[in-house]
């Protein structure tokens, strides 16, 4: 799948709306080098980053970022996909913080929801919001997650 070619896609039809982005910024990342590969191998044991379409998805874009808005129909959005090694190293809040606590839940969440929170790694924060874009690693299939507000809700993907 050519991933990069998808999203200049999508940003083409969105600008031949009449969509705006933020200072006409919008940021595609050159593929993950082999330098960041090195680093998530010494801090990260078994990284999902680097195994199945989330590595090859990172061989073609290494993160990105824009943020649009549609004038005429009073709509905005945007994306703001973490590079690999922001999302191998699931910082959390503080540096006690277990991986994304005050980030992605706070830790008084239900006992299953937490489970669920504590398996997941952060690919794109939605911006203007606290919400964002997961998943688990489940093998070489990528489930994606959109977590707003503690609610976990199942993305469909192709």
Same mark, same amino acid.
């Given at each position: ?51 199945? +379409?989330?590595?090859? #998805?990172?061989?073609?874009? =290494? ?8 004038? $005429? @129909?009073? !709509? *905005? ?53 606290? +919400?964002?874009?997961? #998943?688990?690693?489940?093998? =070489? ?8 507000? $503690? @609610?976990? !809700? *199942?993305?469909?993907?192709?």
């Amino acid at each position: 799948m050519n991933y990069k070619k998808q999203l200049e896609e999508a940003i083409s039809k969105l600008k031949s709306k009449g969509t705006t982005f933020g200072g006409n910024k919008v940021k595609i990342n050159d593929p993950i080098s082999e330098d960041s590969i090195e680093v998530i191998n010494m801090l990260v044991k078994d990284s999902p980053t680097l195994e199945g +379409d989330l590595f090859n #998805f990172y061989k073609q874009i =290494d993160g990105a970022s824009f943020h649009w808005s549609l004038p $005429s @129909e009073s !709509t *905005e959005g945007g994306l703001i996909i973490n590079t690999a090694i922001e999302t191998a190293l699931r910082g959390g809040a503080t540096e006690d913080s277990e991986p994304l606590e005050g980030v992605l839940f706070s830790g008084e969440e239900d006992e299953n929801i937490l489970k669920q929170f504590k398996q997941m790694y952060i690919f794109d924060s939605v911006p203007g919001r606290s +919400d964002f874009i997961t #998943f688990i690693p489940d093998g =070489d299939k990528l489930k994606l997650y959109l977590v707003e507000d $503690s @609610e976990i !809700t *199942e993305l469909k993907t192709n």
